[in-house]
């Protein structure tokens, strides 16, 4: 980032990076959190991800905010303006990602009382550590403008695709083996999904990170895995 002649508008720059920054490391938990709370059934661990996203909103709010004032105020050209456009759309889908991750917290209250199939959660604990590790290495991208990390991010988002694909053949056999599983197995569907649309988001931010950089954008289509997609909502 370069220096302006006027060191408050570097401040209000740095700001918007200390910022998601914060967004970042939130999201990071909440993700992490969740999926320990999902894997052990911690009912307590789970209630504290859902408060956690009243912050992350709170931040989202504030970068928009700080963004609108700066674009007003120093009318930014050029690579100052992708600055502010990418934190808001950082910002916007960290806080998605947020509520993605307080949704898997909300369904492990829901069934944290049920008898539990632990080779179900399996494939949603290996989800979960791809989703972290893609939202990790966006995140580094972003800090340090590497464009070809983001790039790696944006190609490896068909690895969670595909397991996501496996993991619901996995939960449909179990449903089908008893029936009694059907309501639990139906919660973890619904937090691969989750798990899976992090996985997107992740890709948004390497699409910013790569426009914030370079002033171009990666192409429309993204790599995909599985082979049912046109069930996809």
């Given at each position: 980032m370069s220096d302006h002649i006027v060191r408050a508008y570097d401040n209000e720059l740095e700001l918007?990076?200390?910022k998601i920054a914060e967004m970042g490391g939130i999201a990071?938990?909440?993700i992490a959190d969740a999926m320990d709370a999902l894997g052990s059934m911690n009912v307590e661990l789970a209630k504290k991800v859902v408060a956690s996203d009243v912050r992350l909103d709170t931040l989202q709010r504030e970068i928009e905010e700080a963004a609108i004032l700066t674009i007003a105020r120093r009318?930014?050209?050029?690579?100052?303006?992708?600055?502010i456009v990418a934190a808001i759309r950082i910002s916007s889908d960290l806080e998605?990602?947020?509520d993605l991750a307080k949704n898997i917290a909300k369904r492990t209250i829901k069934i944290g009382s049920e008898s539990r199939l632990p080779r179900a959660i399996v494939g949603l604990n290996h989800m979960g550590k791809l989703a972290s590790a893609q939202m990790k290495d966006v995140l580094d991208?972003?800090?340090q403008r590497d464009v070809e990390r983001a790039q790696e991010v944006?190609?490896?988002?068909?690895e969670i695709d595909a397991l996501e694909d496996s993991v619901f053949r996995d939960l449909l056999t179990f449903m089908m083996e008893d029936p009694r599983n059907i309501s639990f197995c139906t919660h973890l569907l619904f937090c691969s999904k989750n798990l899976e649309r992090m996985g997107d988001h992740a890709t948004n931010i390497a699409e910013t990170v790569y426009y914030l950089v370079t002033g171009n954008n990666l192409p429309m289509d993204r790599p995909k895995g599985g082979d049912w997609t046109g069930l996809r909502t």
């Amino acid at each position: 980032m370069s220096d302006h002649i006027v060191r408050a508008y570097d401040n209000e720059l740095e700001l918007l990076g200390r910022k998601i920054a914060e967004m970042g490391g939130i999201a990071e938990q909440m993700i992490a959190d969740a999926m320990d709370a999902l894997g052990s059934m911690n009912v307590e661990l789970a209630k504290k991800v859902v408060a956690s996203d009243v912050r992350l909103d709170t931040l989202q709010r504030e970068i928009e905010e700080a963004a609108i004032l700066t674009i007003a105020r120093r009318q930014p050209m050029a690579v100052d303006l992708r600055n502010i456009v990418a934190a808001i759309r950082i910002s916007s889908d960290l806080e998605r990602v947020g509520d993605l991750a307080k949704n898997i917290a909300k369904r492990t209250i829901k069934i944290g009382s049920e008898s539990r199939l632990p080779r179900a959660i399996v494939g949603l604990n290996h989800m979960g550590k791809l989703a972290s590790a893609q939202m990790k290495d966006v995140l580094d991208a972003y800090a340090q403008r590497d464009v070809e990390r983001a790039q790696e991010v944006w190609a490896r988002d068909a690895e969670i695709d595909a397991l996501e694909d496996s993991v619901f053949r996995d939960l449909l056999t179990f449903m089908m083996e008893d029936p009694r599983n059907i309501s639990f197995c139906t919660h973890l569907l619904f937090c691969s999904k989750n798990l899976e649309r992090m996985g997107d988001h992740a890709t948004n931010i390497a699409e910013t990170v790569y426009y914030l950089v370079t002033g171009n954008n990666l192409p429309m289509d993204r790599p995909k895995g599985g082979d049912w997609t046109g069930l996809r909502t």
